[in-house]
């Protein structure tokens, strides 16, 4: 005995095979190449996103390359504007030489220096404390000749009347900034 499928359950097989057909292809086939394609997106998306980023970094690089050049010329301009490291007897002689060339008789002078600090280039700050005595006008003009110093700030000072009408007595502090080559320099 055998069965005879009728027209309208051959067409409902006929759907179904192409059905199962369909979905076996898409499970066996489409589904892991539409799995890889949107792995391989992602890590498009991830790749592009890293791109980027070293992009950035690298114009920061650049930036900061620049930035760098800049500031070690400003050191070497600001180093060669320093004083060359001198003994407190080479400060001594040059701060009398500044009161010498205003018309200032020095007095009472100290000098004393302080390392700034463990480096290749080191700071050294000269302290020089003392009085001069002089007229008003050589007084003004050593305050504005240290003032123009770019290595020398005058810390403190102080104008007295001297023992004459025509003559002042200055008491100061200097700091000479000076500059410690290498070893071996």
């Given at each position: 005995?055998?069965?005879?499928?009728?027209?309208?359950?051959?067409i409902?097989?006929y759907?179904?095979a192409?059905?199962?057909l369909?979905v076996?292809?898409f499970?066996?086939?489409?589904?892991?190449?539409l799995?890889?394609?949107?792995?391989l997106?992602?890590?498009?998306?991830?790749?592009?996103?890293?791109k980027?980023?070293?992009?950035k970094l690298?114009?920061?690089k650049?930036?900061?390359e620049?930035?760098e050049?800049?500031m070690?010329?400003?050191?070497?301009?600001l180093?060669s504007?320093?004083?060359?490291?001198m003994?407190?007897e080479?400060?001594?002689?040059?701060?009398?030489?500044?009161?010498?060339?205003?018309?200032?008789m020095a007095c009472n002078m100290?000098?004393s220096?302080?390392?700034?600090?463990?480096?290749?280039?080191?700071?050294?700050v000269?302290i020089?404390?003392?009085?001069a005595?002089g007229?008003?006008?050589?007084?003004?003009?050593?305050?504005?000749?240290?003032a123009?110093q770019?290595?020398?700030r005058?810390?403190?000072?102080?104008?007295?009347?001297?023992?004459?009408?025509?003559?002042?007595?200055?008491?100061?502090?200097?700091e000479i900034?000076?500059?410690r080559?290498?070893?071996?320099?």
């Amino acid at each position: 005995m055998s069965y005879q499928f009728s027209r309208r359950e051959k067409i409902l097989l006929y759907i179904l095979a192409v059905l199962i057909l369909t979905v076996g292809v898409f499970g066996l086939f489409l589904r892991p190449a539409l799995d890889r394609r949107l792995s391989l997106a992602v890590m498009r998306d991830e790749e592009i996103l890293r791109k980027q980023d070293m992009e950035k970094l690298f114009a920061q690089k650049e930036f900061l390359e620049n930035q760098e050049a800049e500031m070690k010329e400003k050191v070497m301009m600001l180093a060669s504007s320093f004083y060359k490291d001198m003994d407190t007897e080479e400060l001594g002689n040059l701060v009398i030489s500044m009161l010498d060339d205003e018309g200032l008789m020095a007095c009472n002078m100290e000098v004393s220096k302080i390392p700034y600090g463990e480096s290749d280039f080191g700071v050294v700050v000269g302290i020089v404390t003392g009085e001069a005595i002089g007229s008003g006008k050589s007084i003004e003009r050593f305050i504005h000749v240290t003032a123009e110093q770019s290595a020398m700030r005058m810390k403190s000072f102080s104008i007295s009347d001297g023992e004459t009408s025509n003559e002042g007595r200055m008491k100061y502090e200097l700091e000479i900034y000076m500059l410690r080559a290498k070893a071996g320099e």
